[in-house]
């Protein structure tokens, strides 16, 4: 009887276990295929690189929309797009690195033939390609009743390309191409079925239309049609150096450094924008409201404003383009109608990462940036703001306004002058000059008080006699100073502590009595 009763429990428990399993394996199937059919994250599904805001940001312009049969969803559209040019990433990326991760994702089994030759291809002849796309205009052609295909022309896309064998640069070519797409719904995700490139299209032309009160004519900048010449400084609030924007900013205390600037007959200041600050390609509209107040004091004072942006950045690879085209795109078109502005500087002193980062990638980048700003705002004039006079020739026929650092010996000023001046056709501003008026223990033959205001009655002679643009460095002397600006030692710190016009305690230097002529 023992026996009967235990061959019964064993029974039961096998069935109740086959029955537990399957109940198991049937929740964990249904819970696969409505993660797929729910359209599950890329990102946490297939381990690809995260797809966030500031990963790959081409400009895009939809040009057309209507479909006939079944009407386009804005979220549909968002999704496509957003898989689209990611696809677009992952192909930059594949070809850059020879490697066939993620292409699965987003191309369908046919499409990834043409990309897996040129992989295969590229890695038996040790060729590397780094390439994006800066520009898309597609317009819609056809989206299926059952919404699981598209089909759109892309047209006039831009892209940049650098080409490398053996690790070396043999080409760099920006290219523009049409393209016709078709993309499909597949499990939950919009992968490419098919693209050919084609030649471009006629150009519409472009309706933005230029109406600058700033112009340049011949070597003069003009401001309503007079002449303007900046007589300007570098302006930081003291408690706030390369920080303008940050926590400490106050309203008040810009209003009053303002009144200063107008006393002292200066007629522009030069501020800073640093990119990571302002939120990258994701600008933070906290940030845009404190350069807002900013302008708009400036403009009741009647002060005009250099904006520089891209401070502290120095990523000038490619992959950065997208981003920094957005940031540049946000912040140019948020203000390209403000009164105060005068100009947008590119980026301050980029010929110091010419060593490190490669010439070649800036000098593109800023061309970039210029094109970018251009499209953007055809208002205002643009330039950079390069360390030395020599390196100011880079790019002059795409600036409008050659601007140049000076802290070598005045008796060099005017031959460096000249010499720029004969090989331009622009207008040229010494953007920053200026010394500290410091000796110490850390630089005991440096500058005094009394030798800060002697240089500066020096330069003021000089650029009254040749009737020059000039923005000194800076309003005030700072507590402190960021180790990225000028190095960790004091030595280096308290150098640049003392460039101003005005000390830490508020009071006037000696200088401040030059610091217009």
């Known amino acids: 009887m023992s026996f009967i009763n235990n061959k019964n429990t064993i029974r039961t428990v096998l069935i109740s276990s086959f029955i537990l399993l399957n109940v198991l394996l049937l929740f964990g199937l249904s819970s696969i295929l409505e993660y797929l059919n729910t359209g599950a994250d890329r990102t946490s599904m297939l381990h690809l690189e995260k797809e ?69 291809y590229n890695l038996k002849n040790k060729i ?28 006039n896309v831009i892209e940049f390309q650098k080409v490398y064998k053996d690790k070396k640069l043999i080409s760099e070519v920006q290219d523009t191409a049409t393209y016709k797409v078709m993309m499909l719904l597949e499990d939950g995700f919009w992968r490419i079925r098919h693209i050919q490139k084609m030649k471009p299209e006629p150009f519409a032309k472009d309706t933005l239309k230029a109406n600058p009160e700033f112009k340049v004519v011949g070597k003069k900048i003009k401001y309503n049609n007079a002449d303007f010449i900046s007589k300007g400084i570098n302006y930081y609030p003291k408690n706030s ?13 810009i209003a009053k450094d303002f009144d200063i600037i107008k006393i002292a007959k200066l007629n522009s200041i030069r501020i800073f924008i640093q990119y990571e600050d302002f939120g990258k390609a994701d600008i933070k509209p906290e940030k845009l409201e404190k350069l807002k107040t900013l302008l708009d004091l400036a403009e009741t004072k009647n002060l005009k404003v250099v904006v520089t942006l891209f401070d ?12 920094t085209s957005r940031h540049a795109e946000k912040i140019v078109t948020a203000f390209k109608d403000h009164k105060a502005i005068l ?41 950079i703001g390069w360390s030395n006079s020599y390196e100011a020739t880079n790019l002059e026929d795409k600036v ?20 720029l001046d004969k090989v331009t056709k622009k207008p040229i501003v010494i953007q920053e000059f200026g010394v500290p008026s410091y000796r110490g223990i850390w630089n005991w033959t440096g500058t005094t008080k009394d030798g800060q205001a002697e240089y500066h009655k020096k330069m003021q002679e000089l650029f009254k006699k040749n009737n020059l643009a000039f923005m000194s460095w800076t309003l005030y002397d700072f507590p402190a100073v960021p180790n990225q600006v000028a190095g960790k030692w004091p030595w280096q710190k308290n150098r640049q502590k003392k460039f101003g ?7 006037e230097k000696p200088a401040f009595l030059y610091i217009s002529n």
Do not use: C
């Open 128 to 155: 590397t390609i780094e390439s994006t796309t800066l520009k898309h205009n597609p317009k819609l052609e056809f989206y299926s009743e059952d919404g699981q295909q598209v089909v759109f022309t892309d047209k």
């Open 501 to 507: 016009f005005i000390d830490e305690k508020g009071k």
């Open 400 to 419: 409008d306004i050659v601007s140049y650092h000076f802290y070598n010996a005045i008796d060099d000023f005017e031959t460096e002058y000249g010499i």
């Open 52 to 120: 966030t805001v500031n990963t790959y940001l081409p400009k895009v312009i939809w040009e057309e929309l209507n479909n006939v049969g079944r009407e386009m969803e804005p979220n549909t559209l968002k999704t496509i797009e957003k898989d689209y040019l990611f696809s677009w990433y992952i192909k930059n990326k594949s070809l850059e690195n020879n490697k066939k991760q993620g292409i699965e994702d987003y191309y369908t089994q046919n499409a990834r033939v043409n990309l897996y030759n040129s992989i295969d």
């Open 312 to 323: 502290f950045y120095s990523d000038y690879t490619l992959e950065s383009w997208t981003l």
């Open 241 to 253: 150096a390369w920080d303008t924007f940050g926590e400490l900013f106050n309203k008040d205390t």
């Open 343 to 383: 100009a947008w500087d590119i980026k301050n002193e980029p010929n110091l990462d010419f060593e490190n980062r490669d010439k070649n990638n800036v000098i593109n980048w800023l061309q970039q940036m210029i094109t970018v700003i251009k499209e953007n705002d055809p208002n205002h004039l643009v330039t």
